[in-house]
């Protein structure tokens, strides 16, 4: 049996209406190819956004799972939607376990913690497609090596991911 690919889906935990239907819509394309979404867990913006999607996919017959890799030390704030909490009481740290558990990282807009995710997969090499947001002119320089690609709706970044997915670029 071939490994499910892992889509890991980074946003900020403060979203607008636009980014969280974006995120939902997003969630629910993961799920409805089969492959894993995993994201930051907490029960709120594009993490919230991400899971509800997916649920509804899977509840709907798609094969996807969702997982969501908690910063706390309890699954107290994490999304209902998940089927894996994973807790790590790690904090800020928990974004390393979050992209190198990563096949194709989406960054939807966020802060920080969204741009130190941006950053981990950057350094680490991972296939990332930016979703809406502006992150700088270094991120930029870092489209040219060829693992950063911009995509205007989650549609694109589906397609954006699959392509790397069957090419092997992970």
Excluded: F, H, Y
């Amino acid at each position: 049996m071939e490994r499910k690919p892992v889509i890991g889906v980074m946003g900020g935990s403060k979203a607008t209406a636009a980014d969280s239907a974006d995120a939902r819509l997003l969630g629910q394309m993961i799920a409805q190819r089969g492959w894993i979404l995993l994201n930051g867990g907490r029960n709120t913006g594009i993490m919230a956004a991400t899971a509800e999607g997916a649920r509804e996919a899977i509840d709907a017959g798609a094969d996807g799972l969702v997982v969501g890799v908690l910063p706390d030390p309890t699954a107290n704030r994490a999304a209902p939607d998940l089927d894996l909490a994973i807790v790590t009481d790690m904090g800020d740290a928990r974004n390393v376990i979050n992209i190198l558990s990563s096949d194709v990282v989406i960054a939807c807009p966020g802060a920080l913690g969204t741009l130190s995710e941006i950053v981990l997969a950057m350094k680490r090499g991972k296939p990332l497609i930016l979703l809406g947001g502006d992150v700088g002119d270094e991120v930029a320089r870092s489209a040219k090596r060829g693992r950063l690609a911009r995509a205007d709706t989650p549609a694109a970044a589906i397609t954006l991911a699959a392509n790397w997915i069957l090419k092997g670029r992970l």
